[in-house]
């Protein structure tokens, strides 16, 4: 029932690097079509918005609201394209694996990018590391390192164990959520689904939790550009 | 190739490949997203919100105009109303005058008609008079003629003469 990994091993630079194609191709995809998306929403550009132009300003006043929600726009609107490709980007890979899955010679080919935690990782990873990035640009490096020692000094382990706590759990709790998503829809259509009763009873369980699946990817997308916003405006903001 | 629901195979083992890869399909989305859509959008919005300001702004200056102009128009209204009401009150003065002045003219008038139409009648009263006294001498003189004849005592000549005069007189 478990399927391999289409993996190869090149040599860089003298380190050896581990790729998954299906990764790589699953990201492009995504990739490919969140940009098709943005292009095709702004190609006819008006000031009476229709159809896609309104949906993409959407997504825009979306994020907005996020970043408001967080600090103030004067701070916020340099963080407010990450947002929006962010929870355009995510959106997308979750939805990818939901219609179906290709398997090719044993090989997982086509599935959600997102439910690997490579990938997701990468994505908390960029996020925190923006954060410090920010955090040094904007307070300078004193400010940010005494961050460390307040409120008290006790606190600096915690700060540290708070970096990397944040860092795992903003890339886990996206790929737990996709990748449990992917294995229940493929115990429903591989271990349930045999035979015609199997079949049919399938049908029932297999759409309610593929809605619900749409309804998750949709929240963990949310949910990820929300923490992502809030870990930025904590770094960067001076009052706290 | 086979397409079923199987989704499971999250590899093993550490891929940094795909974390960089990620990382950099990532950053040229975001480049892409940012050139493409993020940044027209954003001029349009911001032009569309300058465009929403000024209509505003244009909205309330006309506001203003207007009350300014319902202003001046009612002020327009109450003066000619005054002005009309005005003339109406000059116009019932001036013929409530005009009725005095002619009513007074007629009654004068009247007053002179009679007063001549009185002289008048004084004036034939006394050319009557005059007549009469004259015509008296004359008929008296005949009477005095005929008494003559009738043979007349000299004291009722007198008499009769007196008698005469009196009831002529008394006839006025």
């Known amino acids: 029932m478990d399927h391999k990994s289409p993996l190869i091993h090149p040599e860089i630079f003298g380190v050896t690097l581990t790729f998954n194609l299906a990764n790589m191709l699953m990201i492009t995809i995504a990739s490919v079509i969140v940009f098709l998306i943005a292009l095709l929403a702004t190609r006819q550009l008006a000031m009476k918005p229709t159809g896609m132009q309104n949906f993409f300003e959407w997504i825009m006043d979306f994020v907005k609201g996020i970043v408001k929600s967080n600090m103030d726009w004067k701070t916020g609107g340099r963080f407010h394209i990450l947002g929006i490709t962010l929870i355009m980007y995510i959106f997308v890979s979750n939805m990818l694996g939901l219609p179906f899955a290709i398997v090719y010679n044993d090989y997982l080919w086509w599935k959600s990018p997102t439910a690997d935690p490579a990938v997701t990782l990468a994505l908390a990873v960029m996020v925190v590391g923006l954060s410090h990035y920010y955090a040094i640009r904007m307070k300078g490096f004193s400010e940010y390192g005494k961050d460390f020692f307040r409120p008290m000094w006790f606190m600096f382990p915690l700060k540290i164990i708070e970096e990397f706590a944040n860092t795992l759990t903003l890339g886990l709790r996206l790929y737990g959520n996709i990748f449990a998503g992917e294995i229940l829809l493929t115990l429903l259509a591989g271990s349930l689904a045999t035979g015609v009763g199997g079949h049919l009873a399938a049908i029932i369980p297999t759409i309610a939790w593929m809605g619900f699946s749409v309804f998750v990817g949709a929240i963990q997308a949310f949910i990820f550009v929300m923490l992502t916003m809030v870990y930025i405006s904590h770094k960067v903001s001076h009052d706290h | ?172």
Do not use: C
């Not at chain 2, 207007?66 to 002005?83: F, G, H, Y």
């Not at chain 2, 139409?117 to 008296?136: G, P, T």
């Not at chain 2, 003559?148 to 008499?159: M, N, P, T």
């Open chain 2, 1 to 172: 190739m086979t397409t079923n629901a199987y989704a499971l195979g999250a590899g093993a083992g550490f891929n940094g490949g795909d974390i960089l890869f990620q990382l950099a399909m990532f950053i040229i989305l975001l480049a892409l997203l940012k050139k493409f859509a993020w940044a027209p959008l954003m001029g349009i919005m911001t032009q569309r919100e300058e465009h929403i300001a000024s209509e505003i702004e244009a909205a309330e200056k006309s506001r203003v105009e207007a009350n300014q102009l319902l202003e001046q128009t009612r002020a327009e209204v109450k003066s000619a109303r005054l002005e009309a009401q005005n003339t109406i009150e000059n116009a019932k003065k001036l013929g409530e005058e005009q009725k005095s002045e002619i009513l007074a003219a007629a009654r004068a008038e009247s007053e002179r008609l009679k007063e001549a139409a009185k002289l008048e009648i004084a004036q034939e009263r006394d050319q009557a008079m005059n007549l009469l006294r004259e015509q008296v001498a004359s008929l008296s003189v005949m009477i005095a003629s005929k008494v003559i004849e009738k043979d007349l005592s000299a004291a009722d000549q007198e008499k009769l003469i007196n008698q005469y005069i009196q009831e002529a007189g008394e006839e006025q």
